[in-house]
């Protein structure tokens, strides 16, 4: 296992950043490679260590002056985070990913959560559906319906918990909510990337990815839009 920790970068001036987010004190972690970076790091304002499965290789991302990691269906590409109560969201949180699918070969993990026992992901089915839920036994589940996802076509994807709804995006358009949200069940859970774990239900993903952002809070998104990634850019770090 490589361990990958960031240098310092969140936040500072040799990084660049597409305005100011107000939301920032709420980000928990935020991996944007640029144009220059050799491995992925984390712009958030934890500087948080990030841990991958091996190093990655970098393609192209929507936005110019920075690029995608790959990620090729195998399931020594993965990033993860330590399991610190920076990455309990017991409340509301935002959780997004700006990319595209590769290949719809096979089932495949996004966002997951691995502790033992309890495991629990957002999924892309070959269909191009995507599932996501609460993470907790029992949780509430939002689904977007087949062919939301299309190989080879960029997308900005957000899951969000407002209170107790929970919504998922597409470009800036919400696709389906449920009521009912509760918290997530956490624990001593790793946040993965990419794969559900490392042993033998780890469902990699296919893609190419520009940018991951976690945060504790519902980034004031409420009703049928919310902001795209794909016209307004990266996601600031400042």
């Known amino acids: ?111 997951a959560r691995y502790g033992g026992a309890a495991e629990y992901l957002d999924v892309l089915r070959t269909t191009g559906s995507y599932e996501t839920t609460t993470y907790n036994p029992g949780g509430l589940a939002v689904n977007a319906p087949a062919g939301t996802l299309v190989v080879n076509q960029n997308v900005h994807i957000i899951k969000q918990r407002d209170g107790t709804n929970l919504r998922l995006y597409k470009n800036g358009t919400l696709v389906n909510s449920a ?29 190419e990815i520009c940018a991951i952002r976690m945060t504790a809070h519902n980034r004031g998104i409420s009703g049928s839009t919310a902001p795209n990634a794909l016209v307004d850019g990266p996601f600031p770090i400042l």
Do not use: H
């Open 1 to 111: 296992m490589l361990m990958l920790s960031s240098v310092g970068y969140g936040g500072s001036t040799d990084r660049a950043s597409n305005g100011q987010d107000p939301y920032r004190a709420y980000t928990r972690t935020i991996v944007q490679p640029m144009a220059s970076d050799g491995v992925p790091v984390d712009d958030g304002p934890n500087n948080e260590v990030i841990t991958t499965g091996t190093a990655f290789s970098f393609g192209s991302s929507v936005w110019s002056g920075y690029k995608s990691l790959t990620f090729p269906g195998n399931p020594a590409y993965w990033l993860a985070w330590a399991a610190t109560s920076n990455f309990t969201f017991t409340g509301d949180y935002c959780f997004e990913w700006v990319g595209k699918i590769t290949s719809l070969a096979a089932d495949q993990a996004t966002f």
């Open 179 to 207: 009521a009912g949200a509760t918290g997530m069940t956490n624990g001593a859970a790793i946040p993965y990337f990419g794969i559900l774990d490392t042993g033998t239900l780890g469902i990699p993903l296919f893609a």
